[in-house]
């Protein structure tokens, strides 16, 4: 069936409902995005598709969440190919708001803040971006609550009266995903968070709507970074000390690369674990975090770990 484009709250909560009741639908799936998409969007769309009777896509640049304006200007905006790649995954609604639809009276007064856990990190290097992001991933879970004026139909979570709600969230984004996690579990939103493994080119590379910007040697200097990320798995998994400075030592040995960080944290607090990344055999779950400069790109990538 081909993708049907809304961009009004009023048209995306008729649309889905009218969807719901045609496929007799019991669940809906929302998969959150900024548009330029890329086989990174496709897997979370298709997983979406695949666990749900009616899905959502979303597509808006959101820009509380830039504190460049220049970088927001910069951001592509791919709508017609967006659509294509949805369509292909069998996505059933775009939703594609302007900036006036979202924010009517301006940039809102009140906004989500992100705490603790979004000043650390990314939220170090980039001030206030995750308070803008969480701001927009709020909005978005409610505009794309199933099934508004709905009565039938199986529950959230298994309860009587509107079908069952997921967002799926990529992995590689990993502190984007664990806030909006711990968002929905703080302020009960009734919605299940799914998140969907990174999505990886053939040489390794995270996928990323800013690789484009790479030229091919910066491209190929970008490499190290999962190369990092990947010889601290191998590690982890032989349960070897991670020898975290080691792994650096490669990344800063790339002339091209300018590291912000790298570390490995616990996967729910963000929190380093110190003592799991020099002499000390690596035991347990722990996720890997780098951030870096590619000539005049700004990339991030982590790699779950396990023993």
Same mark, same amino acid.
């Given at each position: 069936m081909p993708i049907k484009l809304v961009t009004t709250v009023a048209d995306l909560h008729a649309q889905s409902a009218r969807l719901l009741t045609e496929k007799n639908g019991t669940s809906q799936g929302l998969v959150p995005t900024m548009g330029a998409l890329h086989e990174g969007h496709a897997a979370l769309a298709?997983?979406?598709v695949e666990q749900n009777d009616v899905v959502v896509a979303?597509?808006? *640049?959101?820009?509380?969440?830039?504190?460049?304006?220049?970088?927001?200007?910069?951001?592509?905006?791919?709508?017609?190919?967006?659509?294509?790649?949805?369509?292909?995954?069998?996505?059933?609604?775009?939703?594609? $708001?302007?900036?006036?639809? !979202?924010?009517?009276?301006? @940039? $809102?007064?009140?906004?989500?803040?992100?705490g603790r856990l979004g000043e650390k990190w990314e939220g170090a290097s980039r001030p206030g971006h995750f308070d803008g992001a969480l701001t927009v991933v709020a909005k978005l879970l409610h505009y794309g609550t199933p099934g508004a004026g709905l009565s039938a139909g199986m529950g959230v979570h298994g309860e009587a009266g509107l079908p069952a709600y997921r967002a799926y969230f990529g992995q590689k984004d990993a502190q984007q995903l664990a806030l909006v996690r711990r968002m929905v579990a703080d302020l009960n939103f009734p919605v299940e968070i799914v998140g969907v493994p990174t999505v990886r080119s053939a040489d390794g590379l995270a996928l990323s709507s800013r690789n484009r910007f790479l030229s091919d040697d910066e491209r190929?200097?970008?490499? !190290?970074?999962?190369?990092?990320?990947?010889?601290?798995?191998?590690?982890?998994?032989?349960?070897? $000390?991670?020898?975290?400075?080691?792994?650096?030592?490669? *990344? @800063?040995?790339?002339?091209?690369?300018?590291?912000?960080?790298?570390? !490995?944290?616990?996967?729910?607090?963000?929190?380093?674990?110190?003592?799991?990344?020099?002499?000390?055999?690596?035991?347990?779950?722990?996720?890997?975090?780098?951030?870096?400069?590619?000539? $005049? *790109?700004?990339?991030?990538?982590?790699?779950?770990?396990?023993s």
């Open positions: 298709r997983t979406a979303t597509i808006f *640049v959101n820009p509380l969440q830039f504190g460049d304006a220049t970088d927001l200007d910069r951001y592509p905006r791919t709508l017609d190919a967006d659509l294509a790649l949805l369509e292909a995954q069998g996505v059933d609604l775009a939703f594609a $708001p302007s900036v006036e639809e !979202v924010y009517p009276g301006g @940039e $809102p007064l009140v906004r989500i803040t992100s190929e200097a970008a490499l !190290v970074l999962s190369r990092a990320l990947l010889l601290l798995e191998e590690r982890a998994k032989a349960r070897e $000390p991670l020898d975290l400075e080691s792994a650096q030592a490669m *990344v @800063e040995s790339q002339p091209l690369v300018g590291l912000d960080y790298f570390d !490995v944290v616990d996967p729910d607090t963000l929190e380093p674990l110190a003592e799991n990344c020099r002499e000390t055999p690596f035991r347990g779950e722990a996720l890997a975090l780098i951030a870096a400069k590619v000539g $005049p *790109v700004r990339l991030i990538d982590n790699m779950p770990l396990s």
